[in-house]
């Protein structure tokens, strides 16, 4: 579902600075697309990522309902998928991701600290989840934004030791 940008930034000193840059609302006859939030969730220098149906990797995610908060949504996503429970950092990056004619989503990506210490369970939205290294990162079939979004998280963690 489409979210108005008060809703996606919860109102707030976000909004207050994207209205004192010049934002007025959405325009008539814009373009509404899906918001999909992806957490970048890292535990012992190692990332977590699931296969999808169509044989690439991707970062744990849910699709964006209208009323809910964007960091529950992450942490609910990432537990149900893969039985991990995180806190949700800071925003990594946003983009608009074309997946097909005419179907396009608005993808944001959050750092994630884990808090659980066994394997992640594989739900049935996947056929398998792994943790990768930084170098294997580069080798794996996922979209480069992805790829942008871990190495993001894994610099910022590593300017923090």
Not at 56 to 76: F, M, Q, S, T
């Amino acid at each position: 579902m489409s979210r108005p940008v008060e809703q996606m930034c919860g109102g707030g000193s976000a909004l207050n600075d994207m209205r004192s840059r010049g934002y007025r609302g959405p325009v008539d006859g814009a373009s509404l697309f899906p918001v999909s939030v992806k957490g970048v969730a890292v535990r012992n220098g190692r990332v977590l990522l699931l296969r999808n149906e169509r044989a690439e990797w991707e970062l744990p995610d849910g699709k964006l309902e209208i009323g809910e908060d964007p960091l529950a949504c992450v942490a609910r996503e990432i537990a149900e998928e893969t039985g991990w429970q995180v806190t949700v950092g800071p925003i990594l990056d946003c983009w608009q991701y074309h997946t097909g004619v005419g179907q396009d989503v608005v993808i944001v990506t959050y750092g994630c600290h884990v808090a659980s210490d066994g394997p992640p369970v594989v739900s049935s939205e996947h056929s398998r989840a792994a943790l990768f290294s930084p170098a294997e990162i580069a080798q794996l079939t996922m979209p480069d934004g992805y790829k942008r979004s871990v190495l993001t998280w894994l610099g910022q963690l590593a300017n923090r030791e």
